[in-house]
């Protein structure tokens, strides 16, 4: 089963062309899907990132994944923000996140108080809204340990 959507967001001057596809695996398992997320950035190499796992989760890490890369997020962001939401996080919550924690800290080190907040934010909301069993795959997850410290130890001078 084929399907393909395509979202364009425009970034002041450059356009952005993010295309989802997805196809039913032909596993043992038919529960497991994988989508293709294609990013596009005029006169740059396309790149594509493969989602894989059940079809619910599948498709909303796929979302976040359009969505983070739509808003300018890095890459290595975007693999993040995959794969909480593969690990069953809100996708709400996380594209949020990842959007809030883009361009929080600039380049002299000086943090958005505002990002800071709608990061902590949505964080919270992360946890606040998962089961047990996601906060349980969420904790094996290495970069959602490593964002929690972040904002914990980015918080402490404001606090």
Do not use: C, H
């Not at 002041?12 to 294609?38: F, H, M, P, R, W």
């Not at 989602?51 to 693999?79: F, M, P």
């Not at 959007?99 to 600039?106: F, K």
């Not at 809204?129 to 795959?137: F, P, R, V």
């Amino acid at each position: 089963m084929w399907k393909f959507s395509k979202l364009v967001f425009s970034l002041g001057l450059v356009t952005v062309l993010v295309a989802v596809s997805g196809l039913k695996a032909q596993a043992q398992d038919e529960s497991q899907v994988t989508n293709t997320i294609t990013y596009e950035k005029k006169g740059q190499k396309p790149t594509q990132l493969s989602v894989n796992g059940t079809l619910e989760r599948v498709n909303s890490a796929s979302v976040v994944g359009a969505i983070s890369l739509g808003g300018g997020v890095e890459l290595d962001a975007v693999q993040t923000a995959i794969n909480l939401t593969l690990a069953g996080a809100d996708s709400d919550a996380v594209s949020n996140l990842m959007l809030a924690m883009g361009g929080m800290v600039s380049g002299g080190n000086q943090v958005d108080p505002t990002r800071l907040a709608l990061a902590i934010n949505a964080f919270n909301s992360i946890i606040d809204k998962a089961d047990a069993d996601t906060l349980n795959a969420l904790q094996e997850l290495p970069e959602f340990i490593d964002i929690r410290t972040f904002l914990a130890e980015i918080r402490k001078p404001i606090s």
